[in-house]
């Protein structure tokens, strides 16, 4: 048997000696996983403040890829939740009460992804609209569905 000496055991014995209450937790990820963020970390090197240029596009592309992939559960359970949810509206998408207008639904954990690489990125209308041409996906209202 082969011991692989792991390189960050001086970092973890120094962690224990200052802070000695703080517990360490190993976790195991699959290698497809970390290459992944790392591609994506990479890609997103840079003021990366909001989704502007369609260099930021690609990256959102990306994370919504690593999203499906890491997610596929949640990600299909979404996929059946937006159905139900363009089958409840009408075709402008707006509630019974005509006082809420539906655009498009995300998942949160695609939510936070996205803030991750883009913080100051807000969900505003311009936004909203620009991802929901890109993504029909996620498109609640609007002719068709």
């Known amino acids: 048997m082969i011991d692989i000496v792991d390189k960050y055991v ?19 990820y699959r290698k497809k996983d970390i290459t992944d963020v790392d591609k994506i970390v990479e890609m997103s090197r840079g003021n990366r403040e909001e989704v ?7 990256i959102v ?10 997610w596929p559960d949640e990600f299909n359970e979404f996929k059946k939740t937006i159905t139900d949810i363009r089958r409840t509206r009408n075709n402008k998408g707006y509630s019974k009460s005509k006082e809420i207008m539906y655009v498009g639904a995300m998942p949160q954990r695609f939510m936070r992804l996205l803030k991750v690489v883009f913080p ?6 311009k936004f909203i609209y620009k991802l929901m041409r890109r993504f029909p ?3 609640v209202a609007g002719e068709g569905n």
Request: charged letters at 40%; glycine letters at 0%; hydrophobic letters at 30%.
């Open 10 to 28: 001086p970092l973890y014995s120094y962690e224990k000696t200052v802070h000695p209450e703080k517990q360490m937790v190993w976790r195991e």
């Open 52 to 58: 502007k240029k369609e260099s930021d596009w690609v």
């Open 61 to 70: 592309e990306h994370l919504l890829r690593f999203f499906y992939e890491r």
């Open 120 to 125: 100051n990125q807000q969900f505003d209308k």
């Open 137 to 139: 996906l996620f498109k």
